[in-house]
């Protein structure tokens, strides 16, 4: 409780820097597990990616394998079966002919029990549309790092994009290695994940700007060291803004899929929840580390830290940093803005400092 206090003062109690091996580490044992999963078991994709033919059930007492013989009598035995809640079972099957969809649907009625929902849909998101959404997310990667080039620096845009690419990956691998099904809800949720690690990957940066525009001219600290005061200042406002993000999803994911039965709910929340947890924590662990082991390899900080060294400093512990100076204000913003609207009051203009020769003292009358 003490830590995450001094956290929200914006003090120094966590080292992240000594977090960040652990965390690549973590990062790459998921995406191996993900991206595995992907390849054996591939994704399960939706009527809208696939086409065919779906049904829900309403029966009680039957069961998963009594389903199965139902459908393979007919030469559906490929089909999925899922038991949804305690009497809804959900078949989805491969046949996109009318007369074969109807007979099976007349012959679950009369086996299984009432069919509540049937559906019959062609592969609409086909390969074109597919080839389409990879071209648009070329360009969005492409705009954003030309952005961030150019609003940062390249090394900072670099980081933001590993991060959005680390978040995709570890969410499709959810869906891959749990199979769930995926639908254009799900694939507008990555879409918005996307968006929502890039905005938290920003403020981490503009907040590692700030305090190496103010203690980068002392030569005093590491870009390292600068670096985790910024997380420090940022890690509970990035906290507090995933947890009041994943609220109100958690409870569309409880009451709008698991309580009142929505299934796209459930399809759209359960990677936007995914997406927020990873992306709060990729643009802390991921992107930030990622920048500073670029910037520590430029001259200028090499040339630092060489100083810092020489005199005895080590970096295994997080020195600490006086909040008095990591908030002084940038003096060369500051002087440029009273250049244009004029010295701040009380403070002596340059004529006064010149040196210049007083005015002469008015003679006392008698």
Same mark, same amino acid.
């Given at each position: 409780?003490?830590? #995450?206090?001094? =956290?929200? =003062?914006?003090?120094?109690?966590?080292?992240?820097?000594?977090?960040?091996?652990?965390?690549?580490?973590?990062?790459?044992?998921?995406?191996?597990?993900?991206?595995?999963?992907?390849?054996?078991?591939?994704?399960? #994709?939706?009527?809208?990616?696939?086409?065919?033919? &779906?049904?829900?059930?309403?029966?009680?007492? *039957?069961?998963?394998?009594?389903?199965?013989?139902?459908?393979?009598?007919?030469?559906?035995?490929?089909?999925?079966?899922?038991?949804?809640?305690?009497?809804?079972?959900?078949?989805?099957?491969?046949?996109?002919?009318?007369?074969?969809?109807?007979?099976?649907?007349?012959? %679950?009625?009369?086996?299984?029990?009432?069919?509540?929902? $049937?559906?019959?849909?062609?592969? +609409?998101?086909?390969?074109?549309?597919?080839?389409? *959404?990879?071209?648009?997310?070329?360009?969005? $990667?492409?705009?954003?790092?030309?952005?961030?080039?150019?609003? =940062?620096?390249?090394?900072?845009?670099?980081?933001?994009?590993?991060?959005?690419?680390?978040?995709?990956?570890?969410?499709?691998?959810?869906?891959?290695?749990?199979?769930? /099904?995926? +639908?254009?809800?799900?694939?507008?949720?990555? #879409?918005?994940?996307?968006?929502?690690?890039?905005?938290?990957?920003?403020?981490?940066?503009?907040?590692?700007? /700030?305090?190496?525009?103010?203690?980068?001219? +002392?030569?005093?600290?590491?870009?390292?060291?600068?670096?985790? %005061?910024? =997380?420090?200042?940022?890690?509970?406002?990035?906290?507090?803004? &995933?947890?009041?993000? *994943?609220?109100?999803?958690?409870?569309?994911?409880?009451?709008?899929? $698991?309580?009142?039965?929505?299934?796209?709910?459930?399809?759209?929340?359960?990677?936007?929840?995914?997406?927020?947890?990873?992306?709060?924590?990729?643009?802390?662990?991921?992107?930030?580390?990622?920048?500073?082991?670029?910037?520590?390899?430029?001259?200028?900080?090499?040339?630092?830290?060489?100083? %810092?060294?020489?005199?005895?400093?080590?970096?295994?512990?997080?020195?600490?940093?006086?909040?008095?100076?990591? &908030?002084?204000?940038?003096?060369?913003?500051? /002087?440029?803005?009273?250049?244009?609207?004029?010295?701040?009051?009380?403070?002596?203009?340059?004529?006064?400092?010149?040196?210049?020769?007083?005015?002469?003292?008015?003679?006392?009358?008698?």
């Amino acid at each position: 409780m003490k830590t #995450l206090k001094s =956290l929200y =003062l914006g003090e120094n109690p966590v080292n992240f820097p000594n977090l960040w091996k652990r965390a690549f580490i973590a990062s790459m044992v998921v995406l191996i597990i993900g991206i595995g999963s992907f390849a054996f078991r591939g994704l399960n #994709l939706g009527l809208d990616f696939e086409g065919g033919t &779906s049904y829900e059930v309403r029966s009680s007492s *039957a069961t998963v394998p009594e389903t199965r013989e139902v459908l393979s009598s007919v030469g559906a035995a490929d089909s999925r079966v899922q038991k949804v809640g305690d009497d809804i079972i959900r078949i989805r099957s491969d046949i996109d002919d009318s007369q074969k969809a109807n007979e099976l649907r007349e012959l %679950l009625e009369n086996e299984i029990g009432e069919v509540e929902t $049937f559906e019959q849909v062609g592969p +609409t998101w086909g390969s074109d549309v597919t080839n389409k *959404a990879i071209k648009a997310l070329l360009v969005f $990667f492409v705009v954003v790092a030309m952005y961030l080039t150019i609003r =940062l620096e390249w090394k900072m845009a670099l980081g933001a994009l590993v991060a959005v690419v680390h978040d995709i990956i570890i969410s499709v691998g959810v869906y891959s290695f749990f199979q769930f /099904e995926i +639908t254009p809800a799900t694939v507008v949720a990555f #879409l918005t994940i996307m968006g929502y690690s890039l905005y938290d990957t920003i403020v981490v940066y503009d907040k590692v700007r /700030e305090i190496t525009g103010r203690l980068g001219a +002392t030569e005093k600290y590491s870009y390292t060291e600068m670096m985790n %005061l910024a =997380l420090n200042r940022v890690a509970m406002r990035s906290i507090n803004t &995933s947890i009041s993000s *994943a609220l109100p999803v958690l409870s569309l994911l409880v009451i709008g899929a $698991f309580i009142m039965g929505a299934t796209t709910l459930q399809e759209f929340s359960v990677a936007l929840l995914v997406g927020i947890l990873v992306g709060s924590y990729s643009s802390i662990f991921l992107a930030s580390s990622l920048v500073s082991l670029l910037k520590e390899r430029e001259e200028r900080w090499q040339q630092v830290r060489n100083r %810092l060294e020489q005199k005895g400093i080590k970096f295994e512990t997080v020195r600490k940093i006086e909040r008095q100076e990591a &908030s002084k204000p940038d003096l060369k913003k500051k /002087e440029r803005i009273e250049g244009v609207r004029g010295p701040a009051r009380g403070r002596p203009t340059p004529m006064q400092n010149s040196g210049s020769i007083p005015p002469r003292p008015r003679k006392k009358r008698r």
